[in-house]
């Protein structure tokens, strides 16, 4: 089993930044995929970023790309998600998620899922 433990969500105005944490523990992580999914108020949950297993591999939903950065630190067994520019369409709460399958990074099919973090972009 793996846990998953997100943090580092919070209040921030249009424009600014934050830096999404996610740590896992009860097994280590450093072959999984990991990605990051959100999921706005009265909308479906939707694919955000992945990461492969070693970190060489990302994906990116288009809405995204150029403004958010995933990567992880195997040592730490913690996934990342730097957030720059941020919009209030990004307003959601921000899920980790692991994939006990396979190395490389998908928009679905993931096994293992945090809490979630809330984000709220002010305009």
């Known amino acids: 089993q793996v846990q998953l433990v ?66 992880r630190d195997n040592v730490k067994n913690t996934v990342y998600l730097q957030m720059n520019s941020l919009k209030p369409e990004d307003t959601a709460v921000y899920y980790c998620a692991a994939d006990r399958a396979t190395n490389i990074p998908r928009d679905e099919g993931y096994d293992y899922w945090g809490q979630g973090t809330r984000v709220t972009v002010s305009s």
């Open 6 to 71: 997100e943090s580092g969500g919070g209040l921030v105005q249009a424009g600014g930044s934050l830096r999404l944490s996610c740590a896992a523990s009860g097994r280590t992580i450093s072959f999984n995929a990991m990605a990051w999914f959100r999921q706005a108020p009265g909308k479906e949950r939707e694919f955000v970023a992945g990461i492969s297993g070693g970190g060489g591999i990302t994906k990116y939903a288009d809405s995204v790309k150029g403004r958010f950065t995933v990567s």
